[in-house]
């Protein structure tokens, strides 16, 4: 019995090692889920930065380093998670953000991953099960509760029934890769061949928005570069005027 209780924690040890170090930030301000987050994560790749960060912080420092995750632990109103989300993947397009709450209603969550969110989780989840969370999330994969991906399921289903005055945006394509109107309206602009700026210019962002939505887009239809996602949309989707 020994024995094997050895054999395993060794393994447990041995995936962790494979797990490439990543920079994690916390925006929480309840102490006691920081403090419980720094012992779960202190001897895992996902060990918390020594910096604190607030809803406030300027982030856009790390958006040279080459993985970043950022754990956001706050309770907020649909918009202000939806606006704090934009404004970190601006700051740092490249970083993995995963939601830390059990309280978002399934459109909320559409909208947020929508808008890049990576990953959702309840605050409340075992500590290996969070590790094996983060691990897949910078793995590429992106994870919510089973009861929100049913209950949006079962929303998609609603929205393709044939009777429906009108359906989702692009027909075509999967619950996990449909895009928002905005990122719609970016697709437009990359088969028209526009630049970030004058894309930026013509819908009102700033060009560090504009690249967050252009990364989601490659992300959702699968596409390498942008010149791919203007061809996919034309072979694939119909863009309403």
């Given at each position: 019995?020994?024995?094997?209780?050895?054999v395993?924690?060794?393994?447990?040890s041995i995936?962790h090692?494979?797990?490439?170090?990543?920079?994690?930030?916390?925006?929480c301000?309840?102490t006691v889920?920081?403090?419980?987050?720094?012992?779960?994560?202190s001897d895992?790749p996902?060990?918390?930065a020594?910096?604190?960060v607030?809803l406030?912080?300027?982030?856009s420092?790390?958006a040279?380093?080459?993985?970043v995750l950022?754990?956001l632990?706050?309770s907020?109103?649909?918009?202000?998670?939806?606006?704090t989300?934009?404004?970190?993947?601006a700051?740092?397009p490249?970083?993995?953000v995963?939601?830390?709450a059990?309280?978002?209603k399934p459109?909320t969550?559409?909208?947020?991953f929508?808008?890049?969110l990576?990953?959702?989780c309840?605050?409340a989840?075992?500590?290996?099960?969070?590790?094996?969370?983060?691990e897949?999330?910078?793995?590429?994969e992106t994870?919510?509760p089973?009861?929100?991906?049913?209950?949006?399921?079962?929303?998609q289903?609603?929205?393709?029934?044939?009777?429906a005055?009108?359906g989702?945006?692009?027909?075509?394509?999967?619950?996990?890769?449909?895009?928002?109107?905005?990122?719609?309206?970016?697709?437009?602009?990359?088969m028209?061949?526009?630049?970030?700026?004058?894309?930026?210019r013509q819908?009102?962002?700033?060009e560090?928005?504009?690249?967050?939505?252009?990364?989601?887009i490659?992300?959702?239809?699968?596409?390498?570069?942008?010149?791919?996602?203007?061809?996919?949309a034309?072979?694939?989707?119909?863009?309403p005027?």
């Open positions: 019995m020994r024995q094997e209780v050895v395993r924690m060794q393994s447990h995936a090692d494979a797990v490439p170090h990543t920079t994690t930030l916390l925006i301000r309840n889920l920081r403090a419980g987050l720094r012992m779960i994560l895992t996902f060990a918390l020594d910096r604190v607030d406030t912080s300027d982030i420092v790390f040279e380093s080459d993985r950022i754990l632990g706050e907020l109103s649909p918009n202000a998670y939806l606006e989300l934009e404004r970190l993947k700051q740092c490249s970083a993995w995963v939601v830390l059990d309280h978002l459109n969550v559409l909208r947020l929508e808008a890049g990576n990953g959702l309840s605050p989840m075992g500590g290996s099960s969070l590790v094996k969370v983060l897949l999330v910078t793995d590429g994870i919510l089973a009861e929100i991906g049913l209950a949006l399921l079962e929303q289903s609603r929205w393709s029934e044939p009777e005055q009108e989702p945006l692009f027909p075509t394509v999967g619950l996990a890769g449909r895009l928002s109107d905005r990122e719609a309206q970016v697709l437009r602009c990359l028209e061949g526009a630049t970030n700026k004058l894309i930026a819908l009102g962002l700033v560090a928005t504009v690249k967050v939505h252009i990364k989601s490659l992300r959702k239809v699968k596409a390498g570069n942008r010149t791919q996602a203007a061809m996919w034309q072979q694939h989707l119909q863009l005027a």
